[in-house]
């Protein structure tokens, strides 16, 4: 277990989790803004990550403006329910949190880029929240693709919570963990604020600068 993984005695177990649907949700295969295809199999040499940082309608629209990126697409993952729904995952029976998923070329985008950009647009040290946006599937999440990403996705988190500290704030409550299933939201989630410019953007951001240069020295 990861010493960042935050306590979660509110997610609910197999025995009581919403039971889902055994068929995926319908979505379209191109992402709108970048013209790329959301689902595999995609490019050789890419990377992948399942970012959680809030709602994720403004986390995919940090994601897919990053030089690099070469698709986006919003789901739900980390918890228990089988291609769950967007207001089943509201309930909080459902155990997953809302995620980015990020599919970049790491010739033109490190992925200590990706994470810098995680920890310093949202909160990770607000728990089953972000800002006013209060519920399980608000939690902060890291789901890797590589024990690689693993690792450094933890050296990161220990990088950020020095800072963190050091600026007034608490411990680091992201769950950092494998990636395991993850489950397309419907189609009007995907690239949402490219379809509504004046959409929703909950940023609980912390201010607190990640220390780029520190981190890559010391790996």
Known sequence: MSPFRSVTPDLPGADTALPGRSRPLSVPEANIVLGTSMVPPFPDGSERIE????????????????????????????????????????TGRTGHTELVLVVWDPQRLSLTQVLAAFWEQHDPTQGMRQGNDVGTQYRSAIYTSSDDQTQAALRSAAAY????????????TTEIRPAGPFYYAEEHHQQYLAKNPYGYRCHARSGVAFPVDAFEAAV
């Open 161 to 172: 919570q020095e800072v963190l500290v050091a600026a007034g704030y608490g411990q680091v």
């Open 51 to 90: 970012l959680g940082m809030g709602c994720f309608w403004g986390a995919e629209e940090i994601y897919w403006q990053m030089p690099g990126v070469i698709t986006t697409a919003v789901g739900y993952g980390g918890g228990v329910t089988p291609n769950p729904t967007y207001e089943e995952v509201c």
